[in-house]
């Protein structure tokens, strides 16, 4: 049964940092690519981040670019996601969620406000 745990969110001020976590089980982590999206209070789903198996190739939506990092763990079947310079308009819930798996975990509640 594939369980991703989604931890690390928080109440953050304008211009500070989280770190989010993803503990995944259930499937062989390191043969997946990994996935962070976040949505909005009345927006779609938007993917943010992506990471190969490796953790060698990553992407970012162009409104995380140059702020957020991805990384992962594979010893440890974890995804990070490293938020720095947070706004106002990164409050969202964010997910994680593997590549062909369809299966999503709670979310981590993540809101930038001063």
């Known amino acids: 049964q594939v369980q991703l745990v989604e931890s690390g969110g928080g109440l953050v001020q304008p211009g500070g940092s989280l770190r989010l976590s993803c503990a995944a089980s259930?499937?062989?982590?390191?043969?997946?690519?990994m996935r962070w999206y976040r949505q909005a209070p009345g927006k779609e789903r938007e993917l943010i981040a992506t990471i190969s198996t490796s953790g060698d190739s990553t992407n970012y939506a162009d409104s995380v670019k140059g702020r957020f990092t991805i990384s992962r763990d594979n010893a440890k079947t974890t995804v990070f996601l490293q938020m720095n310079s947070l706004k106002p308009e990164d409050t969202a819930v964010y997910y994680c969620?593997?590549?062909?798996?369809?299966?999503w975990g709670q979310g981590t509640q993540v809101t930038v406000s001063s």
């Open positions: 969620k593997a590549d062909r798996i369809n299966s």
């Open positions: 259930g499937f062989t982590f390191r043969r997946y690519g």
